[in-house]
């Protein structure tokens, strides 16, 4: 366990957690989630290949063990989608609107099946490529675009009925 | 050149394309007015998105999360466990077993390096014992303080050390080839476990703190009016010096 492997994996906590809250919808098992991952990274460091992606391989790490032992679990209700438990007084407020526009975003999100929610998030919100987001789940690409392009789809709809009803009335 | 495809949209919304088929899904994009809103929308959800996860996560890591205080604990976890098979080898093997643990442990039996052999002994064998690691738990520590000081016939006592970071687990007496000792076991935050190791060491002096290596684990001892104190936790040796001070500015008998 080199340092410097060491603090490259700390950069990467932000996005670790990210993903995890998305995953767990909740910052307490999302935590408990990086914990697990960081903790099988830092074990299992001697069997990762020198050229390997950290990000990637810390994703994949992330997503067998959400796959072994969360997915068993009960979703959340829906109440407790957004984590009130989070304390926003330190920071300058982002605008109502924009608040709004989020929880939409999340509820959205939320009711995405489970296979496309991987792939928008790790595409889109983590920046990973095709080829590596198809290597994090275990999928060939093809199947990776599909889920895209469905989950995208979904998004759209979902967001456009919820969010602006009224620009629907209009068309 | 290929047909533009629905590939081809996402990988435009998510900067995955060549500069040249860049170009040609924009002029696409130019003559496809559906496509082109779709593919606005994809991009003001790409944004959302990443704004709404990120207010979601924003804010401090909490330090379980930190991949060094990870990392040192894995890094505890294999020396305790590897120096507890060690131990178990030694004694398994019975009479040449015995033999090699003598001549591995006891290179110089000068008292300090004894007292801290003996605790770095009792530390492994109990801290790594999850069910049970203590005789008497944090709610008998005057039951444990009494025991201990009559089995010693020298008063003594778990000090406090929530001032610096350690929470009091509860403790034991344990056996020494000097006679009984009493074992005070602590855990910090980071679930890491701290033993005061206490026992006479037959002269009625002082000594000063030292820190003393044991090949395994450090610690630090020192010997106060007779009573010879050791501090041994799988921390670096600078952090475990501070709490080994801060043990012995407690314990010191007020004059």
Redesign the interface.
């Known amino acids: 366990m080199s340092d410097v492997v060491v603090n490259e994996i700390e950069t990467y906590l932000p996005a670790l957690r990210r993903y995890a809250w998305a995953l767990m919808r909740n910052r307490y098992d999302a935590d408990d989630l990086v914990h697990d991952c960081v903790a099988r990274a830092l074990d299992k460091l001697h069997t990762r290949r020198e050229d390997a992606d950290m990000r990637a391989w810390l994703f994949t790490i992330m997503h067998n063990l959400f796959i072994s032992q969360h997915r068993r679990r009960k979703a959340r209700p829906e109440t407790e989608l957004l984590d009130d438990t989070h304390d926003h007084a330190a920071r300058s407020e982002p605008s109502q609107e924009d608040r709004l526009h989020w929880r939409d975003m999340l509820r959205a999100l939320e009711r995405l099946p489970e296979e496309q929610r991987t792939v928008v998030l790790l595409v889109s919100v983590e920046d990973l490529s095709y080829a590596e987001t198809a290597s994090v789940l275990g999928v060939p690409i093809g199947t990776v675009m599909s889920r895209l392009a469905r989950g995208r789809e979904r998004l759209r709809q979902f967001t456009d009925s919820d969010v602006r009803p009224q620009l629907r009335r209009v068309k | 050149m290929d047909p533009i495809s629905?590939?081809d949209l996402?990988?435009f919304?998510?900067d995955?394309l060549t500069a040249e088929r860049r170009e040609h899904v924009v002029r696409h994009l130019r003559e496809h007015p559906d496509d082109s809103a779709?593919v606005s929308?994809?991009i003001a959800?790409?944004g959302?998105?990443?704004?709404?996860?990120?207010?979601?996560?924003?804010?401090p890591?909490?330090s379980?999360?930190?991949?060094?205080v990870?990392?040192h604990?894995?890094?505890s976890r294999r020396t305790i466990w590897s120096a507890a098979a060690a131990v178990v080898l030694a004694f398994g093997l019975g009479g040449g077993g015995g033999w090699y643990l003598r001549a591995s442990i006891t290179p110089k039996p000068s008292s300090m390096a004894m007292l801290l052999q003996e605790a770095v002994a009792n530390h492994i064998v109990y801290t790594a014992d999850r069910r049970r690691p203590t005789e008497l738990g944090p709610d008998q520590r005057d039951d444990l303080a009494r025991w201990v000081s009559n089995r010693m016939n020298r008063q003594v006592a778990p000090p406090d050390l929530s001032s610096a970071g350690y929470k009091y687990l509860g403790g034991r007496l344990a056996a020494t080839n000097s006679g009984p000792a009493g074992m005070f076991m602590y855990q910090n935050e980071h679930n890491i476990r701290l033993t005061i190791f206490v026992r006479p060491v037959g002269i009625d002096g002082n000594a000063p703190i030292e820190h003393v290596g044991s090949g395994v684990l450090d610690g630090f001892g020192w010997v106060s009016k007779g009573i010879g104190y050791s501090v041994v936790a799988a921390v670096p040796s600078d952090e475990l010096q501070k709490v080994a001070e801060e043990v012995q500015r407690l314990v010191e008998p007020r004059a």
């Not at chain 2, 959302?48 to 804010?59: I, K, P």
């Open positions: 629905e590939d996402h990988a919304v998510d995955q779709r929308s994809y959800l790409r959302a998105l990443r704004a709404a996860l990120a207010e979601q996560v924003d804010g890591i909490p379980r999360l930190n991949p060094h990870i990392a604990q894995i890094r």
